[in-house]
């Protein structure tokens, strides 16, 4: 999931179109250790004031920007933004680990991949917010005050990729049920003792070992695009009904507010 971003339906033309945390570290750039002025004030009070003024320049922005996307973006989210932004290095993302059992291909095409997770730990909030990407915005945004030391350990836990959401259809698979739940999974060095979230919306879950059949999407991800990734995957499988009918999982590997951002849907095999 790379994340930290949200893109809203529901903006109104000409809005801004995304949050994004390559936007931020531009803005995040200022070194406060050369700050030194004329107005005979030292070292750590210019520090200080160019912390609070960085802090308050991304929230703001944040905040702008959200506003045309139809979200809050609260003032707590102050320090965990900064945080979020300046540790914000793809290399050292974590990629949840997993078996590869199978690939299926046709005419050079990958159409998706059978894989194995094994049994872990996830961080999980659920939602129902009227729209889709409201849910999964709004839920990130409290995981990410609990990545950012909003924990029992006090430390900065580091993204980990995908950031994960459990969606659910109706019988018929027509269409979404509005309640979701997104997933945070806990870095390999946390999994024996994951922290305690300050935050009691978020649930520590130990999740089973689960096979899962993947398909990579792009794009924004909301409930035309799900519904419509769940029917093609389907048609692809050779025997879906190996899997759940009416739960999915969608796996987000960029930045949410991303314009091209790579997604994944999730069939995950009955038990």
């Known amino acids: 999931m790379e994340t930290g971003g949200c893109r809203m339906s529901g903006a109104e033309p ?4 995304m949050i994004t945390l390559e936007d931020l570290d531009g803005m995040a750039e200022d070194s406060p250790d050369s700050a030194y002025h004329s107005n005979g ?3 750590e009070e ?7 003024e960085e802090q308050e320049r991304l929230l703001s922005y944040w905040q702008s920007v959200g506003r045309g996307h139809q979200v809050d973006v609260p003032r ?11 540790n914000n290095n793809p290399q050292e993302r974590q990629t ?16 998706y991949e059978k894989r194995q997770y094994g049994k872990a730990k996830w961080a999980c909030i659920k939602m129902k917010e009227k729209q889709y990407e409201q849910s999964i915005c709004l839920g990130f945004m409290k995981l990410m005050r609990y990545i950012c030391e909003q924990n029992s350990s ?3 836990l580091g993204i980990t990729v995908p950031i994960v959401t459990i969606v659910h259809t109706n019988e018929s698979q027509s269409e979404m049920t509005p309640s979701v739940t997104v997933a945070y999974y806990l870095p390999e060095v946390l999994q024996d003792e994951p922290p305690h979230p300050f935050d009691s919306d978020i649930i520590i879950e130990e999740w089973p070992s689960t096979i899962v059949y993947s398909r990579s999407f792009r794009g924004i991800t909301n409930e035309d695009s799900i519904m419509r990734e769940i029917n093609l995957l389907a048609e692809i499988l050779e025997s879906p009904e190996l899997c759940l009918q009416d739960t999915f999982i969608i796996a987000g590997y960029t930045n949410p507010a991303a314009a091209n951002r790579h997604n994944e849907i999730w069939f995950l095999q009955r038990p």
């Open 76 to 86: 707590e989210m102050a320090e965990p933004i900064q945080q979020l932004t300046r």
């Open 154 to 156: 006090g430390l900065y």
């Open 46 to 52: 210019e520090a200080e004031r160019m912390e609070d």
């Open 41 to 43: 004030s030292s070292l």
């Open 96 to 111: 949840i680990p997993f078996t590869l059992i199978q690939r299926k291909e046709k005419l050079g095409d990958l159409l």
């Open 14 to 17: 000409g809005a801004p179109a």
